[in-house]
């Protein structure tokens, strides 16, 4: 009997983005470069997170801080060293910080430096000051899981990935960044939703979280009488669904899954659909997050990154049955 199914694993294509730094790197191409890939987004919320307590220690050439979340517990406690390859330092170069605070009104001269939303890091060269990155807390924790910057972190990072989801979205005919520029349901959020912490913007605590696929794993199976140029297609790749198609069957799954209260239409009939993978007959459909994040819902939650291919997973078999397995 000839059996088929699709696995698909989603990734975080670019660090999760307030809402204040969206506004500031809309119009970003090397950002939107890099969400090219990604057409299925989600617009979530969760407290407010800073660096704390943040130190120059010029003795050893790096930056000592605290990660803090409002509500979290738990603390951070990093040391980001200056001399490692991706920041391209020269012997003879001085590195300045430039902070974000998130309170501007309040004047900090000395340190440690607190309520920081995001530092960058400038290098002084004889033609003048030259950018060299910006971290945000989230974008930091991300860099140094993926393994692209050194960075000292000890305690739960992972408790620092909870989002509660508000809306799940797609942008295959335009970019996210594009697409979610004067987005109605976007600014309704913004303005709908209160802030999870006192005296908060909800613009410091609305995320975007963009996801592109990491893989998507058909496996296919043949018994006796199968036919021979289907096998040959299986084996060639000839036959794998087009990409737009599986985003557009991810957000319908998601969307069924979690039944975020800003999406208008809930997908009821859902894996039933006219633009998704209903057509294609697949025995067995998954999705599952890699990232270690918790998306949270009225329902319940999706936690990613469980094992090395996923977490959770929504599963869709024999072209009818929906449901979330859980990961033990």
């Not at 909870?162 to 979610?180: F, M, P």
Request: glycine share 6%.
């Amino acid at each position: 009997m000839n059996r088929k199914s699709l696995l698909n694993q989603l990734e975080l294509a670019y660090v999760p983005l307030t809402a204040y730094e969206f506004a500031i790197v809309k119009d970003d191409k090397l950002i939107d470069r890099a969400l090219e890939k990604a057409s299925l987004y989600l617009i979530g919320q969760r407290p407010v997170i800073t660096f704390e307590n943040v130190i120059l220690d010029t003795t050893v050439y790096q930056l000592n801080f605290e990660i803090h979340q409002k509500g979290n517990p738990n603390i951070l406690k990093c040391q980001l060293p200056f001399d490692q390859e991706i920041f391209g330092l020269m012997d003879d170069n001085l590195v300045d910080v430039a902070f974000n605070f998130l309170d501007k009104s309040i004047k900090q001269d000395k340190p440690p430096f607190q309520n920081i939303h995001g530092f960058s890091l400038v290098r002084h060269m004889k033609e003048g000051k030259e950018f060299i990155i910006w971290f945000s807390p989230e974008k930091l924790l991300q860099n140094w899981r993926k393994g692209i910057i050194d960075c000292e972190i000890d305690g739960d990072w992972k408790s620092f990935g909870n989002y509660k989801v508000h809306y799940v979205g797609k942008a295959t005919k335009q970019s996210i960044l594009k697409r979610l520029t004067g987005h109605s349901t976007f600014q309704d959020i913004l303005s709908l939703e209160a802030p999870v912490t006192e005296k908060q913007l909800p613009a410091n605590e609305i995320v975007i979280l963009s996801f592109e696929f990491q893989d998507n794993l058909q496996i296919q199976s043949f018994g006796d009488g199968a036919d021979t140029k289907e096998m040959v297609a299986s084996l060639l790749g000839e036959n794998y669904p087009e990409q737009e198609k599986v985003f557009l069957d991810a957000e319908k799954a998601l969307i069924k899954s979690m039944q975020p209260s800003y999406n208008k239409e809930l997908f009821n009939n859902y894996p039933v659909s006219k633009d998704g993978l209903y057509h294609d007959n697949y025995d067995a459909i998954s999705y599952t997050f890699i990232d270690p994040i918790v998306l949270t819902y009225e329902e319940g939650e999706i936690r990613g990154g469980l094992t090395h291919i996923g977490g959770d997973a929504i599963l869709i078999l024999d072209n009818k049955e929906f449901k979330l397995a859980k990961h033990e």
